[in-house]
Every structure is written in structure tokens, then in C-alpha cells.
């Protein structure tokens, strides 16, 4: 058992966490070998209680560096402002072209509707409905223009849209023709000229002649009777729906 040391015989130095005695220390003769001093235990401890908080403070590393950051503004495209602007011109011809196709088809269709109310008129009050199912696609208005006609003069058999090995109206749906012959042929060519401007017509080709609507001028020979039209009435129509109402014949 160590020696009971006398108070303030010794003068202990804390340095770096190691203990040194300054001075001299002579035993208490008064105090019994190993007993401890009540007062000297207090100075003990907090002698002991300070070396261990400077050791742990030894122990604790430094903090570490706090760096600040700095906010990334996230990456954008650049504009391409050539690329934009062809856009939007792309997209307004777009618009436009189809507003016009809009509008081509309401205008088509009112024209249709017009003619087929005007034929009706017409052929209701002839008490006749003949079906064109059988011209194939032709026009609205050449569609009518056969309904009329074909009522007019007991229903001849019609052909429509047909090929042709020459220029014609008949591969486009712009031309009728109407079977017959002779004296019924002449009629039907005559009432179609009458309403010319009411049925659309461009021309009429009969009997090897043809009349735009200022009279009969006559064609070459192109060798056989269907070929000059002696059996068959042609009618061409234009290209866009006429106006009017035809009148019978």
C-alpha cells in the first residue's frame, strides 16, 4: 500500500495528460499506512477525473471540414430559334391547307345536294326514278343529268365512266352515253343542247358531228358507225357543278 501524502506537502504538475510531482512529499506520520484522507480523496478524484477528460480530448479527432456547395442550376436546351419558327410555319400551312380541303368538300357537297334537289324537281314531276348505280363514279351533276335525260326518253341504256383508247371525258366521270338511234337520237341530242347551261354540258357529239352550243360542225371519219356516234348519243359535262333547272323537252 502506497503512503498517505501529506496535503500540500507536494505540488503535482498535469501536463499532456502525464502527472508530475514539484517538490518533495513526506509521509503524514499522522495518518495510519494505506488509510486515505477523507480531504486528500476529493483532490484525488478530481485529479484523476481531469487527466481523463484531457485524454479523451486527445482522442477526439479534429472536425472535419465543412465545405460549402454551391447550387447547380439543372442543363437546359439551347432554342433554336430557325427551328421554332419553321415549325410554326409548318404547322400554320398545314392549318390552312386543311381549312381548304374542308371547305373544297362542304362547297362539293352543297353543289351536290343542289343538283340532286333541282333533278328531283324535275324528274318528280315526270313521275320517273331511274337509278345510276350502274354509270359507275361519275359526278354528281352528270349522275342527274342521265336521271333527266334517261326519263325524258324511255330509259336507253347508258354507259358512264368506261376506258377509251383516245382523249375523253368518260375514264374521269365527265361523260354520258346514251344507246339509241335515228329519230329518238335526234331529240335527245336537241333537248340536251336546250339545256346546256342548266345540265352542266361542255359539248354533244352525234351522227358524226359535234356542237359546243353554236351548231353542228362536222368530224372526221373515224371508220364505223360506234366510232361516229350513229348509234349512240355523247355527252361531255364540265368539270364543276352548273346552275339552273332544266326544263323538259
Known amino acids: 500500500m502506497p503512503s498517505r ?39 484525488t478524484t478530481a485529479l484523476r477525473l481531469t487527466t481523463d477528460a484531457s485524454a ?36 400554320e ?5 386543311e381549312a381548304e380541303r374542308k371547305a373544297a368538300a362542304q362547297r362539293a357537297e352543297a353543289e351536290r345536294k343542289a343538283a340532286a334537289a333541282k333533278a328531283a324537281a324535275v324528274t318528280g314531276s315526270l313521275g320517273c326514278t331511274l337509278s345510276t348505280a350502274g354509270l359507275g363514279p361519275v359526278k354528281p351533276w352528270v349522275a342527274d343529268a342521265a336521271e333527266f335525260l334517261g326519263c325524258l326518253f324511255g ?14 371525258d368518260h375514264p374521269s366521270g365527265h361523260a354520258l352515253d346514251f344507246m339509241m338511234r335515228g329519230a329518238a337520237g335526234d331529240r335527245l341530242a336537241a333537248c340536251a343542247l ?8 361542255t359539248y354533244v ?16 371519219d373515224r371508220g364505223g358507225e360506234t366510232a361516229n356516234h350513229y348509234d349512240h348519243v355523247h355527252i361531255s359535262f364540265a368539270t364543276s357543278a352548273p346552275g339552273g333547272r332544266p326544263a323538259a323537252c
Open 194 to 201: 336546250r339545256n346546256k347551261e342548266a345540265l352542266g354540258i
Open 93 to 97: 400551312r398545314q392549318a390552312v391547307a
Open 205 to 220: 357529239i352525234w351522227k358524226q358531228r359535234i356542237n359546243y352550243g353554236s351548231g353542228w360542225e362536222t368530224m372526221d
Open 5 to 43: 501524502v501529506r496535503r500540500g506537502a507536494a505540488v503535482v504538475a498535469v501536463a499532456g495528460g502525464a502527472l508530475s510531482l514539484v517538490g518533495a512529499a513526506a509521509p503524514d506520520p499522522a495518518t495510519p499506512t494505506g488509510a486515505v484522507d477523507p480531504a486528500d480523496a476529493g483532490a
Open 56 to 91: 479523451a480530448e486527445a482522442a477526439v479527432p479534429p472536425l472535419a471540414e465543412q465545405r460549402s456547395l454551391r447550387p447547380v442550376a439543372p442543363a437546359t436546351d439551347v432554342l433554336d430559334a430557325a427551328g421554332l419558327v419553321k415549325a410554326v410555319r409548318l404547322a
Open 155 to 168: 330509259r336507253p341504256p347508258m354507259i358512264g365512266v368506261a376506258s377509251r383508247g383516245n382523249a375523253s
